[in-house]
């Protein structure tokens, strides 16, 4: 089974909290930057951010974290596909 994943700047909480109350999902954890381990952790600036949540609803996992800006974009162009003839 896949979980997928949700990746934003910055409204990875906002959005889990919205699913809660909205979709009646459940937030099952939420990891900011700043519960990394020394050796994984962010710049300052980023030390509220989600680094790894989870919610949980209708028996299935949605995965949610707050990217770095710049980074999604860059991640974009990591799923396109050559055009097949």
Same mark, same amino acid.
């Given at each position: 089974?896949?979980?997928? /994943?949700?990746?934003?700047? +910055?409204?990875?909480?906002? =959005? $889990?909290?919205?699913?809660?109350?909205?979709?009646?999902?459940?937030?099952?954890?939420? /990891?900011?930057?700043?519960? +990394?381990?020394?050796?994984? =952790? $962010?710049p300052p600036e980023r030390r509220h951010q989600i680094m790894h949540g989870q919610i949980s609803m209708d028996g299935q996992m949605l995965m949610a974290s707050?990217?770095?800006?710049?980074?999604?974009?860059?991640?974009?162009?990591?799923?396109?596909?050559?055009?097949?003839?």
């Amino acid at each position: 089974m896949l979980n997928p /994943m949700s990746i934003t700047t +910055a409204t990875a909480r906002l =959005r $889990s909290l919205y699913y809660e109350k909205v979709l009646g999902a459940k937030i099952v954890s939420m /990891m900011r930057n700043e519960q +990394a381990p020394s050796d994984m =952790r $962010s710049p300052p600036e980023r030390r509220h951010q989600i680094m790894h949540g989870q919610i949980s609803m209708d028996g299935q996992m949605l995965m949610a974290s707050d990217g770095a800006a710049g980074a999604l974009s860059e991640a974009a162009g990591l799923f396109d596909l050559p055009d097949r003839q």
